[in-house]
Structure formats: structure tokens, C-alpha cells
């Protein structure tokens, strides 16, 4: 069944549209589009490559229209009703000769039943032509196209393991055996392939697969059966992560971090887990939207970043980190094409987590931009939260400040982000919980120690103080040559200063704001208000 985009294509050429431009980078996959699409409307098909000139078979050379000037002169002198398919014309096409060329091609490509495609991975179009030729951005395969894919693969091995001989080029099922130098007897048998996939998990898959191209999907199919002799969505997530590693504007974090990391912010956390399904089709059908994001305000070293990295563990979820910093660039124009294609990107391999590291800092001055740096940092926030409004695309977005004066006020309006949460000091509760996970960390019994009081007496430290407190009386038992204890931590809290102590004025004043502006990240019933300590 055609997709959309093949209908428009199809609908294009029905119409005598003379230049119509794809850009994408799956050659393979719009050239079969467009073969269906010729034998349908009983019409010849000629491919040109720089490699191959213009030909009508894939196996063919023509030497003579290898140059592109050539092969347009081809074009206008053949009599055929046709679809003309220019691969990688793009380099050519600024050339003023063909330039002029292309455009003398129109008014006679128009009163034929010939069209001329140019399929390109990047759009690249002189002045001149921009109103002779059509751009159609021929999009990723859809979670329907992957079905079908997935389900060829299912069935070519499921017949392969039934007829016990190895599966297509495509999935190597030959059990490896190590080199003897000299050729076994008999080799082991190959292992079974489990391509059975409940409908939870097929939808797991099928999502995590969304922004590959259909290349891109078949390989990492296979690589996951060939590793893990069944189909794993981490796998795919690793071939997302070359993806990102291309792109240079984000940067992928691999999930190593879980909720159980996170002490704590139990309302948080159940707001997230009663959203793990919410990018699945199920919930579609429900009704309900795909999560747009949330912002994250509080105290410094209260387990904000770390919340980032858990839910894309949780979430089985692709964690792309935005450096605002990166965005800006020193020519005209630049900085604004930077968020574009950053923006491009998290969506092209969507569902995704989109996080923003302290939002304030990247954002900062945009009331004085028009003076500073002339209009830019409002430009590209502009751009940002006009994409955060109106996205369509399964992109969660997770921001995190800790300095809420210097946010934009635009960014804090409804419908930018589902929820506003305020992560506070931890509580005594929290605090107790907090010491146990880090003990956990450095593979020691938690219940060796006296948590209570380490919770007691360290009032007002956050998360990350709470894990120097234990890397320091660590070093401490470390050069006293025994293991650490109890005494050795309330020690390190005591020469302790917290941040609460050092910078109360702006906490009690983060607190204040956040009381009637913001939800509260942990469940007040079971926590009491940690003060900030006076000097």
C-alpha cells in the first residue's frame, strides 16, 4: 500500500509537474516507489548517475550521457513517455549552463508526458529555479512500512530455520566456530533464532525503530537477531546513536542510570511512570496525546539531570542532550539553521527525550539580544519556542534550571510544557534513602551503617553532597588503611558546608516562587520542610 508521499508523487506526475526535486537519502526505496508508480501509469523509466549516464536498466551503462548536460539533452530528444530519475544531480545543478538548461527543459517537458526527478539527500536549488521546481521531502518509512519489513524478515528465517538451511545475505545464522585449522567433522548445530514477539514487544520494536531509514531498519534487524539470536530494541538504540554521532548538534547519552538511582521525588517519578506506554499506538487509541515535556526548577545537585537519564531508562527511550552552546555559530544566519537542524534531527528519529541542561544559561540575555548580539539569541529562542508549542512529533522534552529569574518569561507559559516541577532539598525521608543508594554504589551493606543518623545530621545537603559526604570518608578510610563506618561519614558531614548554607537568600527566594508557580517534585504528606540553615 503506497504511502502519502508516493500518492503525491503520483498525483505530481498526473499533472505534468515538468521538475519535480525528492530529497532523501534512500535512493533505493524512492526508485521502487516511483518503478510502481510507471508501470502503473504505463510508463518507461530511465535512471541517470554520474557512474552509469542514463540508462533504463540498473545493470546498463550509457557512456555518452554520463556528463549532465548530456544527459538533459537525452531527455528533451526522447520521444518516450517517461520518468526521468537524476541521482545525486545536486553538485550539478548551480552550474549556469545547466542551470539555464533545466529551465529551457521545462516549457518543453510541460506539452509531454515526460517528468524529470532529481532525488538528492540535501536540497540545493540556484535562485533562478526555485518556481519551475517542486520539492517533496520524501519522508522515513512509517511504523506500518516497518511492520511490513519486519514481518519478511520474521518469515524468511522462521522458513529458513524450518527448511535448516541458512537464512538470506541479509541474517548470517551459521553458528562461528573457532579457527583448529583443520576442518571439523561435524560443526555444531546453528543456533535457534526467536522471532516470536508478543504485541507489546512488536510495538516496542517498531517504535524504537521510527527514524531509520528502511536500510537502516533491515540492517539493525538483522545485526540484533545475529547478536542476541532475537530481536532487541537496545540494539536499535545503538544504531540511533551513530545517527546522532553524524550530526555533531547532539549528544546521545547512553542510559545508565535507572529510577532506582534517583532518591526520592516519588511524585515525579509516578508521573513518569504512568506515561512509560504513552508513545505507543494503544494509547493513541485511547485518546490521549504523546507527552510534550516538562521543566525542572530547583536546588542545585537535587537529582534533576539525573531524572533525565532514568526516564530514558525507563522509558526504553533514545536520551539526546542539546548544548545550546553549540547552536551558536559566527555567521549570519548560521546559529538559526543550527537549532533548525538540531530540531530536524531529534524528530527524525523521534520517539525521543530532547534535554536541555540548565535552560537559563543558553537563553540567557534574550531581552538584550537586539543590542548584544544583534537580534541572534532571540531568534534562535524564538525558534525554539515556537517548535515547543507546535511540534507534532514524538519529541519529550526535558529542561532543567536552577536560576529562575533569568528564564524567559515566554518559556513558562502554558502549553510550552506539560508540568513545571520544583525539585526541593531532600527530606529526612529522602536523605536516608539517598545515603542508601550511594553506599549501595560502592558495593557496601547499607545496613552497616547508622542511616538515621547520617540523615539527621545532614539537614539542608543535597543529592551530590550527600554523595561527596561518602567519596570523601572513603578517601578518609582509604589512607587509614581499614573500611569505612558511620563515624567516618557524620565526620565528613560536619566539615561539610552546603550549598543551602552558603546561598540561602536565593533558595528561600526559588522556594517562594515556586509555591504557588510550580509542583512540588516529592510528596509533601511524608516529608517535612527542609529550612534553608542560616549561617
Not at 95 to 100: A, L, S
Not at 262 to 282: E, I, N, S, Y
Not at 389 to 417: C, H, M, S, W, Y
Not at 421 to 447: C, G, M, N, Q
Amino acid at each position: 500500500m503506497p504511502n502519502h508521499v508516493d500518492q503525491e508523487l503520483e498525483t505530481l506526475i498526473r499533472a505534468r509537474y515538468p521538475l519535480i526535486y525528492i530529497v532523501s537519502w534512500e535512493e533505493k526505496r524512492v526508485e521502487d516507489a516511483l518503478r510502481a508508480i510507471s508501470e502503473k501509469r504505463g510508463k518507461r523509466i530511465f535512471v541517470w548517475s554520474v557512474t552509469q549516464g542514463l540508462v533504463s536498466s540498473p545493470t546498463a551503462k550509457d557512456m555518452q550521457t554520463r556528463s549532465p548536460t548530456a544527459a538533459l539533452d537525452a531527455i528533451e530528444s526522447s520521444t518516450d513517455k517517461a520518468i526521468f530519475v537524476l541521482k545525486d544531480f545536486h553538485p550539478f545543478i548551480t552550474d549556469t549552463e545547466v542551470t539555464r538548461r533545466l529551465r529551457d527543459l521545462t516549457t518543453s517537458l510541460k506539452t509531454t508526458s515526460k517528468t524529470l526527478l532529481i532525488v538528492a539527500p540535501t536540497l540545493k536549488l540556484p535562485p533562478e529555479l526555485e518556481k519551475e521546481v517542486t520539492v517533496v521531502d520524501y519522508t522515513l518509512p512509517t511504523v506500518e512500512e516497518l511492520d511490513r519489513l519486519l514481518e519478511n524478515i520474521i518469515q524468511s528465517v522462521s522458513h529458513n530455520q524450518r527448511a535448516g538451511t541458512s537464512p538470506p545475505a541479509t541474517i548470517d545464522n551459521r553458528q562461528e566456530t573457532p579457527s583448529t585449522g583443520s576442518t571439523p567433522a561435524a560443526s555444531a548445530p546453528p543456533a535457534m533464532i526467536n522471532t516470536t514477539l508478543t504485541e507489546d514487544e512488536r510495538e516496542s520494536l517498531l517504535e524504537a525503530a521510527l527514524g531509520l531509514t528502511a536500510n537502516e531498519a533491515e540492517n539493525v534487524f538483522a545485526r540484533s537477531l545475529v547478536e542476541r539470536r532475537k530481536f532487541d530494541v537496545d540494539i536499535i538504540l545503538t544504531e540511533k546513536e551513530q545517527i546522532i554521532r553524524k550530526s555533531g548538534m547532539l549528544e546521545y547519552y547512553r542510559a545508565r542510570e535507572g529510577m532506582a538511582d534517583v532518591g526520592g521525588l516519588d511524585v515525579l517519578k509516578d508521573w513518569m511512570r504512568k506515561r512509560t506506554q504513552a508513545f505507543g499506538q494503544r494509547a493513541r487509541d485511547f485518546g490521549l496525546p504523546a507527552p510534550r515535556g516538562i521543566l525542572l526548577l530547583g536546588v542545585q545537585g537535587c537529582g534533576k539531570s539525573l531524572s533525565c537519564k532514568a526516564v530514558a531508562d525507563q522509558w526504553k527511550l533514545p536520551l539526546l542532550r542539546l548544548d545550546v552552546g553549540k547552536v551558536f555559530g559566527g555567521i549570519v544566519g548560521q546559529s538559526e539553521e543550527n537549532m533548525r537542524r538540531a530540531i530536524r534531527m531529534s524528530e527524525s528519529i523521534a520517539p525521543t527525550i530532547l534535554w536541555l541542561d540548565e535552560l537559563e544559561k543558553g537563553f540567557a540575555g534574550t531581552q538584550s539580544s537586539g543590542i548584544s548580539d544583534g537580534g541572534t539569541t532571540a531568534r534562535v529562542f524564538a525558534s525554539f519556542i515556537t517548535w515547543l508549542q507546535e511540534k507534532t512529533a514524538a519529541v519529550f522534552v526535558v529542561a532543567t534550571a536552577n536560576k529562575i529569574e533569568d528564564l524567559p518569561p515566554e518559556l513558562l507559559r502554558k502549553g510550552r510544557f506539560d508540568e513545571i516541577f520544583f525539585v526541593d532539598l531532600p527530606s529526612e525521608a529522602e536523605r536516608e534513602e539517598i545515603f542508601t543508594i550511594h553506599v549501595k554504589k560502592r558495593k557496601r551493606d547499607p545496613a552497616s551503617f547508622d542511616l538515621k543518623s547520617l540523615a539527621s545530621a545532614s539537614v539542608g545537603f543535597s543529592g551530590a553532597e550527600i554523595e561527596q559526604v561518602i567519596v570523601s570518608a572513603l578517601y578518609d578510610a582509604f589512607d587509614a588503611g581499614r573500611d569505612i563506618n558511620t563515624e567516618d561519614l557524620l565526620n565528613s558531614v560536619r566539615s561539610s558546608v552546603p550549598l543551602s548554607r552558603t546561598m540561602k537568600e536565593q533558595i528561600d527566594y526559588l522556594r517562594e516562587w515556586a509555591g504557588t508557580r510550580a509542583r512540588n517534585a516529592s510528596s509533601p504528606a511524608d516529608k517535612q520542610p527542609v529550612r534553608a540553615e542560616g549561617p
